[in-house]
């Protein structure tokens, strides 16, 4: 079982990181920060750049593959016609994940790490509207999309409902109160990886 870790900070990630290992110590985790262009990021000078590994993979190898896809629409509404679609007119869009904000070097490595997953999970301190549009959950559920792994959040505190969050491609959004990281991980990975 390999997880994926992700968060806005050093800090975070390695709290994020320790914590999960604890929990289920035979998953193999990698942790990275990531720091989108444009924002203080809060690494200091010395800190990661954006989808640096940050902490070496624990011990473990895997099996038990979870897997989730993004939203499927089927067919399009009664009030698209077929004059409505083209190039023009392309029709609804499939609900997912936000585009990435990442420059593509970093985005494609954030993406193959994703690929080498069975679960995403993201840290932010709250989760608003705004957070499924800008930022890690954003970045963490674009680079999971396309090979279908599903994404977590974990939070202090989430202010968007299922129907926002799962639209945004998540599968899970988890408020944990007072660090308790290890419920999270319990819920996510097998019981052979604890």
């Given at each position: 079982?390999?997880?994926?870790?992700?968060?806005?900070?050093?800090?975070?990630?390695?709290?994020?990181?320790?914590?999960?290992?604890?929990?289920?110590?035979?998953?193999?985790?990698?942790?990275?920060?990531?720091?989108?262009?444009?924002?203080?990021?809060?690494?200091?000078?010395?800190?990661?750049?954006?989808?640096?590994?940050?902490?070496?993979?624990?011990?473990?190898?895997?099996?038990?593959?979870?897997?989730?896809?993004?939203?499927?629409?089927?067919?399009?509404?009664?009030?698209?016609?077929?004059?409505?679609?083209?190039?023009?007119?392309?029709?609804?869009?499939?609900?997912?994940?936000?585009?990435?904000?990442?420059?593509?070097?970093?985005?494609?490595?954030?993406?193959a790490a994703a690929e080498r997953a069975d679960v995403v999970v993201a840290y932010v301190t709250r989760l608003d509207g705004d957070g499924l549009h800008h930022g890690v959950v954003v970045?963490?559920?674009?680079?999971?999309?396309?090979?279908?792994?599903?994404?977590?959040?974990?939070?202090?505190?989430?202010?968007?409902?299922?129907?926002?969050?799962?639209?945004?491609?998540?599968?899970?959004?988890?408020?944990?109160?007072?660090?308790?990281?290890?419920?999270?991980?319990?819920?996510?990975?097998?019981?052979?990886?604890?």
């Open positions: 079982m390999h997880v994926l870790l992700l968060a806005e900070t050093l800090p975070d990630a390695e709290r994020l990181a320790s914590a999960w290992r604890a929990a289920a110590p035979h998953a193999e985790t990698e942790a990275r920060a990531v720091r989108l262009p444009g924002s203080a990021g809060g690494h200091g000078s010395g800190g990661a750049r954006a989808g640096e590994q940050i902490t070496a993979p624990a011990h473990g190898t895997g099996g038990g593959v979870l897997l989730a896809g993004a939203a499927i629409p089927v067919g399009r509404p009664a009030a698209v016609g077929p004059q409505d679609v083209g190039p023009a007119h392309p029709g609804p869009s499939a609900p997912g994940p936000a585009p990435s904000a990442l420059p593509r070097a970093e985005g494609d490595a954030l993406m970045e963490a559920a674009a680079a999971a999309a396309p090979h279908a792994v599903p994404v977590v959040v974990v939070t202090g505190r989430s202010e968007v409902s299922r129907r926002e969050w799962s639209t945004a491609g998540l599968s899970g959004v988890h408020e944990v109160a007072d660090g308790d990281v290890a419920r999270v991980a319990r819920t996510w990975t097998p019981a052979w990886t604890r």
